[in-house]
């Protein structure tokens, strides 16, 4: 079934939830962000400087994405790629090898350094530091049509990181059974999340940020 609306999105069942865990979830995600934002805002600056002085365009790349209850927002991150057209309805996901991208996105996109503006993005409310990562719209229009339950990991806020990502699925996804397995694992994760579980992913994360699956 194709779950492509906003309103759409709104009927699937929620996850139970009360006020204390979205309490803590919130505080969990505005603590850590402003912490590591203390921390990384030099490593910003230089990325920023390294894009600009490597190609022409925007430091920051920024994309309609679909968030919580199918409300859509705009991601930021390090712009990695060389400024293009896509094809009208069409976003290609990054290959091995891909001559898109740039000197320096190879490396930020390889350490996943060009996601750490999506630290904004948490502060703002639009993502949680960790929940399902958040697809290009004709993503989620593509694969909701193939995938059972696809639309169910926008019952919860998307995330930097997720358990899909701890658990290998991350990168490239160019069959659907990749896509399938990345989504059994968000699913999971919104059936059985648990403010331990958030802080393990984020301990985990680090020693995954490396996977050869990222291009």
Not at 39 to 62: C, D, E, H, R, Y
């Amino acid at each position: 079934m194709l779950m492509n609306t906003k309103a759409e999105a709104k009927v699937l069942n929620k996850p139970n939830r009360n006020s204390v865990d979205l309490l803590l979830k919130r505080a969990f995600d505005v603590t850590f962000s402003f912490f590591i934002l203390s921390l990384i805002w030099p490593v910003m600056l230089l990325i920023a400087i390294g894009i600009k002085a490597t190609s022409k365009g925007p430091i920051i790349f920024k994309q309609k994405r679909c968030g919580l209850g199918g409300n859509t927002f705009y991601i930021y991150k390090f712009r990695s790629m060389k400024v293009h057209e896509e094809n009208s309805g069409r976003v290609t996901q990054a290959t091995k090898g891909d001559s898109r991208i740039t000197a320096i996105g190879g490396f930020i996109r390889k350490t996943s350094l060009d996601e750490l503006p999506q630290f904004i993005n948490v502060l703002k409310g639009d993502m949680a530091v960790v929940g399902p990562r958040p697809h290009a719209l004709e993503h989620d229009q593509y694969y909701s049509q193939y995938i059972s339950n696809y639309m169910k990991r926008n019952t919860v806020k998307p995330g930097l990181t997720g358990w899909a990502q701890i658990n290998g699925s991350r990168g490239e996804t160019e069959t659907i059974e990749k896509m399938e397995c990345r989504i059994n694992y968000d699913l999971w994760y919104v059936n059985n999340w648990t403010p331990f579980l958030d802080v393990k992913i984020v301990a985990i994360t680090p020693f995954k940020i490396l996977s050869k699956n990222a291009y």
